[in-house]
């Protein structure tokens, strides 16, 4: 069965960075995309960024330029760097594999 837990979230002031994390266990994880969604309160769950087993990126024009995902294939991770964070990246974070998803981590942009 897989598991994807994510970690990493916090409060963060306007500007600041990030790093989040999602380990996989269960599954074998060096051929499968993997993508990181948010879902902001009040709002659906949008896709933010994925990455092929093969490194190729994918990003939500909202996020482009700013958030960078990335996966260590051999520690079965992969990571979201969020920079120049906005008050509108505020949401909780959720990392997917195929039909599984973790249980999320909450990121909030506030001064």
């Known amino acids: 069965q897989v598991q994807l837990v994510e970690s990493g979230g916090g409060l963060v002031q306007p500007g600041g960075s990030l790093r989040l994390s999602c380990a996989v266990s269960?599954?074998?994880?060096?051929?499968?995309?993997m993508y990181w969604y948010r879902q902001a309160p009040g709002k659906e769950r949008e896709l933010v960024a994925s990455?092929?087993?093969?490194?190729?990126?994918v990003y939500a024009d909202s996020v482009k330029d700013r958030f960078t995902i990335s996966r260590d294939n051999a520690k079965k991770t992969i990571y979201l760097q969020m920079n120049s964070l906005k008050f509108e990246d505020t949401a909780v974070y959720y990392c997917k594999l195929r039909n599984s998803w973790g249980k999320g981590t909450l990121v909030t942009v506030s001064s």
């Open positions: 269960g599954s074998i994880f060096t051929i499968y995309t």
């Open positions: 990455i092929t087993g093969g490194g190729s990126t």
